[in-house]
C-alpha cells in the first residue's frame, strides 16, 4: 500500500501560481510514477502531468503545458507540481496518484493505469 496527501492548494487570483505538493509513504518512492489528476465539479476526472520514477521523462495535458511543472524528490518522497500562469478554467480538486512500473522512463496519463490516489486538495482560481 502507499499513502499519498496532496498539499499547496487555495484561492489564487488568475496569473498568480501555486505550488502542490504529495507526499508518499508505505513503499519505495522510487519505484513509482506518479501522476497528477484534476477534477472540475461535475466533470470527469482528467490528467494533468506525470513524471517517471527517475524523474527524467514528464509528460503533460496540452492546456497546462508550458505553465505547470512536475517534478519530484526521491530522496523526501514527494511529487510536485509547479501552477504558473493560472486561469479560472484551472479550478478544480488536484488529485496525485501512484503506479508501481519496472522501467525508469515510464510515464502514465491513463487514470486506469494508476493504483494509489491522495484525497486531493482544491485550487480555486478567481477571474
Known amino acids: 500500500q502507499v499513502q499519498l496527501v496532496e498539499s499547496g492548494g487555495g484561492l489564487v487570483q488568475a496569473g498568480g501560481s501555486l505550488r502542490l505538493s504529495c507526499a508518499a509513504s508505505?513503499?519505495?518512492?522510487?519505484?513509482?510514477?506518479m501522476g497528477w489528476f484534476r477534477q472540475a465539479t461535475e466533470k470527469e476526472r482528467q490528467f494533468v502531468a506525470a513524471?517517471?520514477?527517475?524523474?527524467?521523462?514528464?509528460y503533460y495535458a496540452g492546456s497546462v503545458k508550458g505553465r505547470f511543472t512536475i517534478s519530484r524528490d526521491n530522496a523526501k518522497d514527494t511529487v510536485f507540481l509547479q501552477m504558473n500562469s493560472l486561469k479560472p478554467e484551472d479550478t478544480a480538486v488536484y488529485f496525485c496518484?501512484?503506479?508501481?512500473?519496472?522501467?525508469?522512463?515510464?510515464?502514465?496519463?491513463?487514470?486506469?493505469?494508476?493504483?494509489?490516489w491522495g484525497q486531493g486538495t482544491q485550487v480555486t482560481v478567481s477571474s
Open positions: 508505505g513503499r519505495t518512492f522510487s519505484n513509482y510514477a
Open positions: 496518484a501512484a503506479t508501481e512500473v519496472t522501467t525508469l522512463y515510464t510515464v502514465r496519463s491513463s487514470k486506469s493505469a494508476y493504483d494509489y
Open positions: 513524471i517517471s520514477r527517475s524523474g527524467d521523462s514528464t
